[in-house]
């Protein structure tokens, strides 16, 4: 069974650009969640979508957003790109909320 | 929120040792995950264990959700199990994965 899919895997912006990153969960999982890694913060929970709605979000300014799709696909959008959101951006899903979390490889972004 | 920590937070190991990794949370949890990340990034599961133990190969976890921590052992390490061990929980009505600083463990041949 295909695991969780996240493209693309590198991305190099320009600040003040925007940027789309698309998450597949694995096949019959309806939660996705995003997070961010960085050096300094850590792991940090984006936002969570079940069944096309937004569950959870996290302390982020509103240049971060997404969404879900009727097929449990997800995207995550960053308007107005600043150097400060370089971070490797991580994907999961789930069966339901709550349940064992799978990520995928991940998107690593660079703001320049 | 919930709060975990993750101890000790570096590790350095000959090929062929034990260790144990520890994870404390401030709050009881219905999800509690181990997760090894690999160079590229990639969280990979190790456990899914709100409570008990589990083994798999040579790695095993046990979670006593009464007093809140989380072991990890790793035994007989190889110098493949070098790298990020993250713990994250989730808690009842606030279903996101709150993650530890990590334990970052080396294996030296």
């Known amino acids: 069974k295909a695991g969780v899919t996240q493209t693309p895997r590198y991305l190099i912006k320009t600040r003040g650009q925007q940027v789309t990153l698309s998450c597949s969960p694995i096949?019959?999982?309806?939660?996705v969640s995003w997070y961010q890694q960085t050096p300094g913060q850590g792991l940090q929970f984006l936002f969570e979508?079940?069944?096309?709605?937004?569950?959870n979000k996290g302390n982020f300014p509103g240049r971060f957003s997404g969404r879900q799709f009727s097929n449990s696909r997800s995207e995550m959008n960053v308007s107005t790109l600043e150097l400060g959101d370089s971070a490797l951006y991580l994907c999961?899903?789930?069966?339901?909320?709550?349940?064992?979390?799978?990520f995928g490889q991940g998107t690593r972004l660079t703001v320049v | 929120g919930i709060q975990v920590e993750q101890s000790p937070p570096d590790l350095i190991l000959q090929e062929g040792a034990n260790s144990t990794l520890r994870c404390n949370f401030s709050?009881?949890?219905?999800?509690l995950q181990w997760f090894h990340q690999n160079p590229w990034g990639q969280l990979i599961n190790l456990f899914y264990?709100?409570?008990g133990t589990k083994q798999n190969g040579r790695l095993s976890a046990t979670t006593v959700a009464t007093e809140r921590y989380s072991l990890l052992y790793i035994s007989s390490s190889q110098t493949t199990d070098s790298g990020v061990y993250f713990c994250?929980?989730?808690?009842?009505?606030?279903?996101?994965?709150?993650f530890g600083t990590g334990t970052r463990l080396t294996i030296i041949p």
């Open positions: 264990i709100p409570s």
């Open positions: 979508y079940f069944s096309e709605t937004q569950r």
């Open positions: 096949s019959g999982h309806r939660s």
């Open positions: 709050d009881s949890v219905n999800n």
């Open positions: 999961a899903s789930s069966f339901l909320q709550g349940l064992e979390a799978f």
């Open positions: 994250a929980v989730s808690n009842f009505g606030n279903e996101k994965l709150t």
